[in-house]
């Protein structure tokens, strides 16, 4: 069970970090203390569902894309990809969600 706390806080503190947010910042808007983020991310502390829930709200990604503990060597060969679907998801509308996806086909053809 230790070793799973682990890997998900290890998970948890890359999402983080590929947001360019600190644990502090995190915990605000998740309605989280900071140190319970830390806590967490060091495999020091379990988590509840609804936790995880708030701390996927705050980050604005999904909450599959936390626990998914796949190795980091079978997923997406990029980690630069979750910082592209986050600024998307933070900051673009539907239309410029759909001119990001033209640009991006139109650069990978």
Known sequence: MENLRRL???RLRA????QRLSQ???????E????????????????TLDSLFSISKALGVPLRDIVDLT???EKA???????VFALLR????????????????????
């Open 71 to 73: 190795p980091e060597k």
């Open 90 to 109: 933070q900051r673009a509308s539907a239309g410029q969600i759909k001119r990001a996806v033209k640009v991006l086909r139109a650069l990978l053809e």
């Open 8 to 10: 998900l806080g290890k």
């Open 77 to 83: 060969p990029l980690p630069e990809i979750d910082e």
């Open 24 to 30: 502090e910042e995190l915990g605000e808007r998740a």
């Open 15 to 18: 999402v983080r970090k590929s």
């Open 32 to 47: 989280l203390s900071g140190k319970f983020i830390g806590e967490v991310e060091r495999g020091d502390k379990g988590i």
